[in-house]
């Protein structure tokens, strides 16, 4: 899978937008574009995946460029509740069952 | 459906001593897949399974064994700790597919191991 580029950590004060940034300028035609998040003390949990346009349901949105080469995630009101690791991850549109490849993510920190 | 559990939530073994993290999914889900998180980092992959009898290794799988006798299934084994398998372990399951586009894995809560 190619590989993703994300920044280490963000702050975002409660209740405002925030804007999850994801770097994959390898990324090929065929490749989905997944987020996950990983709350403290938790398991992963997915977030939301998207191809080539914007999506968008009832955690967050994902905004993709038109070329691909980059991704947002969007939370359009955080909470404490959405303090956690996001990731960012690619996966190939391929026969079978493909494993998620985790990078370090991005530690989202949420101000009261 | 419970989703994916794990058991134990936390074990303390001594170096040398062998143990099964235990994973049971009740969704039907073909695919498990064991990670390990060390502090600060993300997930690694150990180990995988595409369904009952089948599985194949990931990035990390020296010193764990695992075996897929039931799609609910899919223990771990330590063969003989190390404190560098000092770990958080989690386990993951999801529908087998097609393609690998859209399907959502499913992870469990899992397993604090300190190796002494």
């Known amino acids: 899978d190619a590989k993703t580029t994300q920044p280490n950590s963000m702050e975002s004060n409660e209740e405002e937008p925030v804007h999850l940034p994801c770097n994959h300028s390898?990324?090929?035609?065929?490749?989905?574009i997944h987020w996950y998040r990983q709350l403290p003390s938790q398991g992963p949990e997915y977030v939301i995946h998207?191809?080539?346009s914007n999506v968008n349901n009832r955690m967050a949105s994902l905004a993709i460029a038109e070329d691909r080469k980059s991704s947002t995630l969007i939370l359009h009101r955080a909470t404490l509740r959405d303090a956690a690791v996001y990731y960012c991850?690619?996966?190939?549109?391929?026969?079978?069952?493909?494993?998620?490849?985790f990078g370090k993510g991005t530690r989202l920190s949420v101000i009261a | 459906n419970a989703g994916v559990t794990q058991t134990p939530k936390f074990q303390v073994l001594k170096t040398g001593q062998s143990m099964t993290l235990q994973c049971a999914q009740d969704?039907?889900?073909?695919?498990m897949s064991w990670y390990r998180q060390d502090p600060g980092m993300g997930l690694r992959l150990i180990h995988y399974?595409?369904?009952?009898?089948?599985?194949d290794q990931g990035e990390v799988p020296n010193g764990y064994n695992v075996s897929r006798s039931t799609t609910e299934d899919f223990p771990l084994r330590l063969l003989s700790a190390a404190p560098s398998q000092t770990s958080v372990y989690f386990c993951?399951?999801?529908?087998?597919?097609?393609?690998?586009?859209?399907?959502?894995?499913?992870f469990g809560p899992g397993t604090r191991l300190l190796v002494l």
């Open positions: 993951a399951s999801s529908k087998r597919i097609l393609a690998g586009r859209g399907e959502t894995q499913y």
């Open positions: 390898t990324i090929s035609g065929t490749d989905y």
């Open positions: 998207g191809l080539t």
């Open positions: 991850i690619l996966r190939r549109l391929i026969s079978g069952n493909t494993p998620l490849v």
């Open positions: 969704m039907n889900h073909e695919y």
């Open positions: 399974s595409v369904g009952a009898g089948i599985t």
